[in-house]
Every structure is written in structure tokens, then in C-alpha cells.
């Protein structure tokens, strides 16, 4: 099947897939340009190759405007090609890349920045027979130092590999304690990934996500209380 897959939920990325082929891929750092780049991004990635059958979109977590230019791209690509259009989440696409070099059964922390000093975090227990990470805890997002009580309580198990840029920004706090491999890979989400774990999900009789976007918390705009007036 081919797959276009967009994911803004950090930088701008979009890839051409067949099956776990990448027949193209592009990335760029959007710098709050998302909408802007994207569209005409995917023209030129799709133009002159075999036409998509599907389309994914990452769903984040990540932060709200960013996030909705990949799932509203997406969602015009697929009303116009006339072809289906399903969410994936985008920590999925992280867990996708680390376990081409772990273990199947690794323990994995996916952690990326939701800015205002938080977190977006998942943690993955490993694969399933069919190759698709398996979730073991959220998304959530949380305070660093809340996460790290987590990891804390969790001290029992096997730590953790790390992947995402959350590390990056917090390397004290979210330390992955003890882990034998720490992948500590910080590079934002890929939408090839995301094509992949997509193909592997339908190949096996699964079901993708709607589009609904992941932001994990309320909004800060709230509709005004509607007033009551009285007609004199």
C-alpha cells in the first residue's frame, strides 16, 4: 500500500511509503511555519510517483499549532485524492525508530517537549509479534520532575531506553537510570515511521486512530459566559 505520511508535532516532516519502502521523505526545522511549508512540501514529494492509497497524519502529542497544520494538510490531501485519512500517534513513529536497534522485549521512554517547562511522555513495554510497539503508560504530559517521580516508583523494573528531545532539555532530571543500552536519541519524529507502523497495523487486521489530535490539556482560550440581557 502506498502511504503518504505528514507529522508536524515538532519539526515539519512527510514521507512516501510503499509498504516499509521509503520512496521519498522530507524534514525540515518549521520554526512555527508548519502550514507554510508543508503543503507545498508534499506536492513536490508526491509529484511524479505512484499515486498515495492512504493517508496518516501524526497526532501528536504536541503543541496545538503546530500539530493541527500536519492533521489539516492531511486531512485536504485525503478529501481531495478522494482516499481514507487516519491519526497515528506521533511517539509511536520514536518507538517505531528505537527498536530497530533494541530488543523486542526493551522497556522504551518516549519523552518530547510540550513546552511551558512540561513534557509529553509514553512509555512502551516493547513490540508485539507483529512488530508494533506496545503502549505500557500514556501519552501524558507532566512536569519533569513529575516524570522523574514516576521512573522513580518504577525502580523495581527493568530502566527504561530513552528516545525523544525531552532529554535533551531536561538530561539531569530525566537521566534514564541504569539502563543497560540508553538510546537517548533526540531527533524529533519521523513521518516514515509513522508509514511503517501504519503498514504494520493494517497488514495485521488492526485499526488507526481518527485525526483527533493528542494536546493533553485544556485549552488557555475559553468562550466568554454567554450574558443575559433583558429587553426593556
Known amino acids: ?51 498515495p492509497e492512504l493517508v496518516v497524519t501524526g497526532i501528536g502529542p504536541g503543541p496545538f499549532t503546530g500539530l493541527r497544520a500536519g492533521i489539516a494538510t492531511a486531512i485536504g490531501y485525503g478529501l481531495g485524492a478522494g482516499i481514507p485519512v487516519h491519526g497515528v500517534p506521533s511517539h509511536l513513529a520514536l518507538a517505531m525508530r528505537a527498536y530497530r536497534r533494541f530488543d523486542p522485549g526493551t522497556p522504551l521512554l518516549a519523552v518530547t517537549d510540550a513546552r511551558r517547562k512540561e513534557v509529553y511522555w509514553t512509555r512502551f513495554s516493547g513490540v508485539d509479534e507483529h512488530g508494533v510497539p506496545v503502549v505500557a503508560a500514556g501519552p501524558e504530559v507532566s512536569a519533569p ?7 522513580a516508583e518504577a525502580a523495581g523494573e527493568q530502566a527504561p531506553a530513552g528516545i525523544g528531545g525531552g532529554f535533551e532539555l531536561y538530561p539531569e532530571l530525566l537521566a534514564v537510570p541504569e539502563a543497560a543500552d540508553p538510546i537517548l536519541d533526540t531527533a524529533p519524529p519521523a513521518a516514515a515511521d509513522l508509514a511503517i507502523a501504519a503498514h504494520r497495523i493494517l497488514a495485521t487486521g488492526g485499526e488507526l486512530w481518527p485525526t483527533t489530535p493528542l494536546y493533553l490539556r485544556a485549552p488557555d482560550a475559553a468562550p466568554a459566559a454567554r450574558r443575559e440581557t433583558s429587553l426593556r
Open 1 to 51: 500500500m502506498i502511504i503518504l505520511a505528514i507529522d508536524t508535532s515538532a519539526t515539519a516532516t512527510a514521507a512516501l511509503t510503499d509498504g516499509e519502502t521509503v520512496l521519498s521523505e522530507w524534514s525540515a526545522a518549521a520554526g512555527g511555519k508548519h502550514a507554510e511549508l508543508t503543503g507545498p512540501a508534499v506536492r513536490e514529494l508526491t509529484a511524479g510517483r505512484p499515486a
Open 145 to 151: 520532575a513529575d516524570l522523574a517521580a514516576h521512573l
